[in-house]
Protein backbone atom coordinates (compact mmCIF):
# COMPACT_ATOMS: atom_id res chain seq x y z
CA UNK A 1 0.00 0.00 0.00
CA UNK A 2 1.30 3.39 -0.59
CA UNK A 3 3.04 5.68 2.00
CA UNK A 4 3.30 9.13 2.83
CA UNK A 5 6.63 11.01 3.30
CA UNK A 6 6.53 14.67 4.10
CA UNK A 7 3.62 15.81 1.60
CA UNK A 8 4.47 13.35 -1.06
CA UNK A 9 2.80 10.01 -1.72
CA UNK A 10 5.22 7.32 -2.64
CA UNK A 11 3.79 3.66 -4.25
CA UNK A 12 5.78 0.70 -5.90
CA UNK A 13 5.73 -2.10 -8.13
CA UNK A 14 7.57 -5.20 -7.51
CA UNK A 15 9.62 -7.54 -10.10
CA UNK A 16 11.86 -10.39 -9.26
CA UNK A 17 14.20 -13.01 -11.67
CA UNK A 18 15.65 -15.67 -9.97
CA UNK A 19 18.30 -18.10 -11.17
CA UNK A 20 18.84 -17.93 -14.53
CA UNK A 21 15.68 -16.47 -15.55
CA UNK A 22 15.34 -14.25 -18.46
CA UNK A 23 11.73 -12.98 -17.96
CA UNK A 24 10.92 -10.70 -15.11
CA UNK A 25 7.93 -11.86 -12.47
CA UNK A 26 5.56 -9.52 -11.34
CA UNK A 27 5.29 -8.89 -7.68
CA UNK A 28 7.99 -10.39 -4.68
CA UNK A 29 8.88 -13.89 -4.53
CA UNK A 30 7.03 -15.90 -1.70
CA UNK A 31 8.92 -19.06 -0.07
CA UNK A 32 10.61 -20.02 -3.69
CA UNK A 33 13.43 -22.45 -2.61
CA UNK A 34 16.28 -22.08 -5.16
CA UNK A 35 19.09 -25.01 -4.79
CA UNK A 36 22.67 -23.99 -3.48
CA UNK A 37 25.23 -23.50 -7.09
CA UNK A 38 27.87 -25.39 -6.54
CA UNK A 39 31.14 -24.61 -8.84
CA UNK A 40 34.63 -25.82 -9.36
CA UNK A 41 36.98 -22.93 -10.87
CA UNK A 42 41.07 -23.28 -10.89
CA UNK A 43 41.16 -25.84 -7.91
CA UNK A 44 38.31 -24.06 -5.60
CA UNK A 45 34.90 -25.72 -4.78
CA UNK A 46 32.44 -22.99 -3.94
CA UNK A 47 29.47 -22.98 -2.83
CA UNK A 48 26.91 -19.85 -3.59
CA UNK A 49 23.41 -18.27 -3.82
CA UNK A 50 21.57 -19.04 -7.25
CA UNK A 51 21.01 -15.02 -8.76
CA UNK A 52 18.86 -13.27 -6.76
CA UNK A 53 17.63 -10.08 -8.20
CA UNK A 54 14.70 -7.53 -7.30
CA UNK A 55 13.76 -4.66 -9.52
CA UNK A 56 10.94 -2.14 -7.60
CA UNK A 57 9.39 0.84 -9.76
CA UNK A 58 8.56 3.01 -7.45
CA UNK A 59 6.22 6.79 -8.13
CA UNK A 60 5.17 9.52 -6.38
CA UNK A 61 2.29 12.13 -6.38
CA UNK A 62 3.06 15.54 -4.64
CA UNK A 63 3.23 19.19 -5.79
CA UNK A 64 6.57 19.14 -4.11
CA UNK A 65 10.25 19.06 -5.66
CA UNK A 66 10.39 15.64 -6.42
CA UNK A 67 14.41 15.52 -6.75
CA UNK A 68 14.77 16.22 -3.32
CA UNK A 69 14.37 12.11 -2.75
CA UNK A 70 16.41 9.44 -3.55
CA UNK A 71 14.78 5.80 -3.62
CA UNK A 72 17.55 2.50 -3.01
CA UNK A 73 18.00 -0.70 -1.19
CA UNK A 74 19.75 -1.67 2.05
CA UNK A 75 20.33 -5.10 3.21
CA UNK A 76 20.20 -6.36 6.80
CA UNK A 77 22.09 -9.02 7.72
CA UNK A 78 20.49 -10.72 10.61
CA UNK A 79 21.99 -13.99 11.52
CA UNK A 80 25.00 -15.32 9.57
CA UNK A 81 27.29 -18.35 10.62
CA UNK A 82 29.64 -20.74 9.10
CA UNK A 83 31.62 -23.49 10.32
CA UNK A 84 34.16 -26.07 9.22
CA UNK A 85 34.96 -29.26 11.36
CA UNK A 86 38.75 -30.89 10.86
CA UNK A 87 39.53 -34.18 12.09
CA UNK A 88 42.48 -33.78 14.08
CA UNK A 89 44.43 -34.85 17.02
CA UNK A 90 43.16 -31.66 18.47
CA UNK A 91 39.37 -32.21 16.81
CA UNK A 92 39.42 -29.14 16.10
CA UNK A 93 36.85 -26.97 14.06
CA UNK A 94 36.38 -22.78 13.38
CA UNK A 95 33.39 -20.49 13.87
CA UNK A 96 33.05 -17.55 12.23
CA UNK A 97 29.81 -15.79 13.16
CA UNK A 98 27.76 -11.86 12.90
CA UNK A 99 27.34 -11.50 16.69
CA UNK A 100 24.57 -8.71 15.21
CA UNK A 101 22.44 -7.80 13.21
CA UNK A 102 24.33 -5.35 10.71
CA UNK A 103 23.59 -4.00 7.37
CA UNK A 104 25.12 -5.32 4.37
CA UNK A 105 27.81 -4.06 2.38
CA UNK A 106 31.53 -4.23 1.50
CA UNK A 107 34.77 -1.51 2.72
CA UNK A 108 33.55 0.84 0.26
CA UNK A 109 30.14 0.99 0.30
CA UNK A 110 28.04 4.09 2.16
CA UNK A 111 25.47 2.98 5.13
CA UNK A 112 23.01 1.71 4.70
CA UNK A 113 22.79 1.38 0.68
CA UNK A 114 23.57 -1.55 -0.63
CA UNK A 115 26.46 -1.96 -3.37
CA UNK A 116 26.91 0.12 -6.41
CA UNK A 117 23.84 1.94 -8.23
CA UNK A 118 23.26 -0.80 -10.32
CA UNK A 119 22.86 -2.92 -7.49
CA UNK A 120 20.53 -0.27 -5.19
CA UNK A 121 22.59 2.65 -3.75
CA UNK A 122 20.39 5.37 -3.86
CA UNK A 123 19.27 6.76 -7.23
CA UNK A 124 17.66 10.11 -8.31
CA UNK A 125 14.23 11.24 -9.45
CA UNK A 126 13.73 10.21 -13.54
CA UNK A 127 12.27 13.56 -14.32
CA UNK A 128 11.79 12.05 -18.21
CA UNK A 129 10.12 9.00 -16.26
CA UNK A 130 8.53 10.41 -13.74
CA UNK A 131 9.64 7.70 -11.44
CA UNK A 132 12.26 5.81 -9.44
CA UNK A 133 13.39 2.28 -11.03
CA UNK A 134 15.88 0.57 -8.43
CA UNK A 135 17.81 -3.09 -8.96
CA UNK A 136 19.21 -5.42 -6.72
CA UNK A 137 21.26 -7.96 -8.07
CA UNK A 138 23.32 -10.48 -5.25
CA UNK A 139 24.71 -14.22 -5.80
CA UNK A 140 26.33 -14.20 -2.39
CA UNK A 141 29.28 -16.34 -2.35
CA UNK A 142 29.22 -17.94 1.30
CA UNK A 143 32.59 -21.37 1.09
CA UNK A 144 35.00 -21.63 -0.99
CA UNK A 145 37.52 -24.49 -0.66
CA UNK A 146 40.77 -24.99 -1.90
CA UNK A 147 42.00 -28.30 -3.23
CA UNK A 148 45.56 -27.03 -2.63
CA UNK A 149 47.47 -28.26 0.13
CA UNK A 150 49.34 -24.97 0.54
CA UNK A 151 46.59 -23.05 0.85
CA UNK A 152 46.14 -21.66 4.32
CA UNK A 153 42.80 -21.19 6.77
CA UNK A 154 41.95 -17.33 6.09
CA UNK A 155 38.87 -15.21 6.23
CA UNK A 156 38.94 -13.86 2.63
CA UNK A 157 37.40 -10.55 1.67
CA UNK A 158 35.25 -12.71 -0.70
CA UNK A 159 33.71 -15.35 1.44
CA UNK A 160 35.58 -18.34 3.59
CA UNK A 161 38.04 -19.85 1.87
CA UNK A 162 40.10 -23.15 3.90
CA UNK A 163 42.24 -25.95 3.01
CA UNK A 164 40.77 -29.22 2.91
CA UNK A 165 44.43 -30.45 3.74
CA UNK A 166 46.13 -34.05 3.63
CA UNK A 167 45.51 -36.74 6.19
CA UNK A 168 49.55 -36.91 6.35
CA UNK A 169 49.40 -33.37 7.50
CA UNK A 170 47.05 -34.64 10.61
CA UNK A 171 44.21 -32.02 10.14
CA UNK A 172 41.52 -32.68 7.69
CA UNK A 173 38.43 -30.87 6.84
CA UNK A 174 35.55 -33.34 6.59
CA UNK A 175 32.36 -31.37 7.34
CA UNK A 176 31.33 -27.42 6.62
CA UNK A 177 28.18 -25.92 7.71
CA UNK A 178 26.39 -22.64 7.81
CA UNK A 179 23.45 -20.61 7.42
CA UNK A 180 22.95 -16.36 6.46
CA UNK A 181 19.02 -14.47 7.25
CA UNK A 182 18.67 -11.57 5.22
CA UNK A 183 16.36 -9.00 4.55
CA UNK A 184 16.29 -6.33 1.67
CA UNK A 185 14.72 -2.80 2.13
CA UNK A 186 13.17 -0.74 -0.22
CA UNK A 187 13.81 2.78 1.12
CA UNK A 188 13.52 6.74 0.43
CA UNK A 189 15.93 9.39 1.56
CA UNK A 190 15.48 12.47 1.63
CA UNK A 191 18.21 14.44 1.29
CA UNK A 192 17.24 17.98 2.49
CA UNK A 193 15.80 16.50 5.95
CA UNK A 194 18.84 13.80 5.94
CA UNK A 195 16.31 10.99 7.10
CA UNK A 196 15.22 7.74 5.08
CA UNK A 197 12.06 6.28 5.64
CA UNK A 198 11.49 2.35 4.24
CA UNK A 199 8.71 1.48 2.24
CA UNK A 200 8.82 -2.30 1.86
CA UNK A 201 10.79 -5.19 2.17
CA UNK A 202 11.67 -8.65 1.32
CA UNK A 203 13.41 -11.53 3.31
CA UNK A 204 15.30 -13.98 2.08
CA UNK A 205 17.67 -16.81 3.67
CA UNK A 206 20.53 -19.43 2.66
CA UNK A 207 21.25 -22.79 4.43
CA UNK A 208 23.64 -25.39 3.58
CA UNK A 209 25.98 -28.24 4.68
CA UNK A 210 28.82 -30.08 2.50
CA UNK A 211 30.79 -33.53 3.34
CA UNK A 212 34.32 -33.52 2.10
CA UNK A 213 36.45 -35.84 0.81
CA UNK A 214 39.85 -34.70 1.13
CA UNK A 215 41.42 -38.01 -0.26
CA UNK A 216 39.11 -37.92 -3.44
CA UNK A 217 38.98 -34.13 -3.43
CA UNK A 218 34.89 -34.37 -3.48
CA UNK A 219 32.07 -33.31 -2.01
CA UNK A 220 28.33 -34.03 -1.32
CA UNK A 221 25.35 -31.84 -0.25
CA UNK A 222 23.43 -32.07 2.79
CA UNK A 223 19.86 -31.91 1.42
CA UNK A 224 18.25 -28.72 2.05
CA UNK A 225 20.94 -27.00 1.48
CA UNK A 226 19.73 -23.76 -0.57
CA UNK A 227 18.64 -20.28 -1.05
CA UNK A 228 14.49 -19.71 0.23
CA UNK A 229 12.99 -16.47 -1.53
CA UNK A 230 9.90 -14.44 0.08
CA UNK A 231 10.86 -16.22 3.66
CA UNK A 232 12.24 -15.01 7.06
CA UNK A 233 15.81 -16.91 8.24
CA UNK A 234 17.20 -16.63 11.53
CA UNK A 235 16.74 -13.66 13.85
CA UNK A 236 14.71 -11.99 11.76
CA UNK A 237 13.16 -9.00 13.83
CA UNK A 238 11.19 -6.74 11.15
CA UNK A 239 13.77 -3.86 11.90
CA UNK A 240 16.40 -2.59 9.41
CA UNK A 241 19.44 -1.72 10.15
CA UNK A 242 20.95 1.49 8.28
CA UNK A 243 23.90 2.46 10.66
CA UNK A 244 26.93 1.36 12.31
CA UNK A 245 29.70 -1.07 10.88
CA UNK A 246 28.79 -3.48 8.07
CA UNK A 247 28.18 -7.38 8.55
CA UNK A 248 31.78 -7.60 7.47
CA UNK A 249 33.09 -5.76 10.17
CA UNK A 250 31.56 -7.46 12.77
CA UNK A 251 32.83 -11.00 11.97
CA UNK A 252 34.89 -12.41 13.66
CA UNK A 253 36.85 -16.24 13.50
CA UNK A 254 37.41 -18.77 16.29
CA UNK A 255 38.96 -21.75 17.20
CA UNK A 256 37.31 -24.25 18.68
CA UNK A 257 37.68 -28.19 20.23
CA UNK A 258 34.85 -30.90 19.84
CA UNK A 259 34.28 -34.19 20.81
CA UNK A 260 32.20 -36.79 18.29
CA UNK A 261 28.90 -36.81 20.58
CA UNK A 262 28.21 -32.76 19.98
CA UNK A 263 28.79 -33.15 16.25
CA UNK A 264 26.05 -32.66 13.80
CA UNK A 265 24.24 -35.49 12.83
CA UNK A 266 25.17 -35.50 9.56
CA UNK A 267 29.02 -35.54 10.24
CA UNK A 268 28.88 -38.43 12.81
CA UNK A 269 27.12 -41.03 9.95
CA UNK A 270 29.86 -39.53 7.60
CA UNK A 271 32.75 -40.20 10.16
CA UNK A 272 31.08 -43.62 10.80
CA UNK A 273 31.90 -42.80 14.90
CA UNK A 274 29.62 -44.62 17.17
CA UNK A 275 28.70 -42.41 19.91
Known amino acids: MPKVVNDVTFDWEWQHMLCQAKEKTPGKPVGQYLAPAVT ?3 GYYGVASENVKFIATVTAT ?5 SRYQVGFSQTVYSSNRACFYFSSQRTKTVEILPQPAWDGDEDDTA ?3 GSAQEGSPIDYDEDDNQWMVILDDSPVFMHLSV ?5 LRNAHFGWETDPRSISEGKTLFYIEGHDSFTTFLCVY ?8 VLDYVPWYVTYGQ ?8 WKTVPGSGTVVGAHGVGFTGN ?3 DGLSAEAYNRSYFLEWAPENLPAQARKW ?3 KV
Do not use: C, G, H, M
Open 40 to 42: YEN
Open 62 to 66: SSSNL
Open 112 to 114: PWY
Open 148 to 152: SPKAE
Open 190 to 197: DTEAKSIT
Open 211 to 218: FIDPVRKQ
Open 240 to 242: PKL
Open 271 to 273: LKF
